[in-house]
């Protein structure tokens, strides 16, 4: 009847409010996938993924934390290689990683490489709009490899977590 389709479309209007006003309130959900291990040469060493790891893991810690501009989206914690695997991604191409962020139910995608040059570890993180498709950001930096554990690697996470989200360590 036009009664109950009247009533439905108020009821969904109120729906539509209310998770807007919940939604204005709530940060933005960030997924941090595993960094990518590249290594030129070959297969990247055990102890080279044992950083990139931890680095994922603390820059993951920044978003749990909920401190900032962002909140962790559950169950969000996959590896980059994995995903570009299972969605068919050749490349990087922000279509193919926005529809990963999707998939993990993430409004912001941060992922990036980690490869080992000489001394030192090059890690490259882009942050991606998962909705408008477009780079929000991107860093690269040299860690040294003296500084690729322990607070150290720790302080390296936070430094690079700020510049991709504007956060102050």
């Known amino acids: 009847s036009p009664m109950s389709r009247a009533l439905s479309a108020v009821c969904l209007a109120i729906l539509m409010v209310s998770s807007m006003a919940a939604h204005a309130v709530a940060r933005p959900s960030i997924a ?4 990518e291990v590249v290594d030129p040469s ?3 060493t055990a102890q080279d993924a044992q950083v990139a790891k931890e680095l994922t ?7 749990k ?3 900032g501009t962002y909140q962790l989206a559950p169950g969000s914690d996959k590896e980059l290689i994995d995903q570009k695997l299972l969605n068919n ?6 279509a193919c990683m926005s529809a990963i962020g999707n ?3 993430a409004d912001v995608l941060m992922y990036g490489h980690f490869e080992k040059q000489g001394k030192a ?3 490259t993180i882009k942050v991606l709009d998962v909705g408008r498709k477009t780079a929000i950001k991107s860093t690269s930096d040299m860690i040294p490899l003296g500084e690729a554990q322990g607070a150290a690697l720790q302080g390296w996470a936070k430094k690079i977590y700020a510049k991709l989200t504007g956060e102050s360590a």
Do not use: H, I, K
């Open 32 to 35: 941090v996938l595993g960094l």
């Open 42 to 44: 070959g297969t990247p």
């Open 57 to 63: 893991e603390w820059l993951r810690g920044r978003a």
């Open 65 to 67: 934390a909920g401190t």
């Open 89 to 94: 991604c050749d490349t990087e191409a922000p």
């Open 103 to 105: 998939q993990l139910g």
């Open 121 to 123: 570890y090059q890690v």
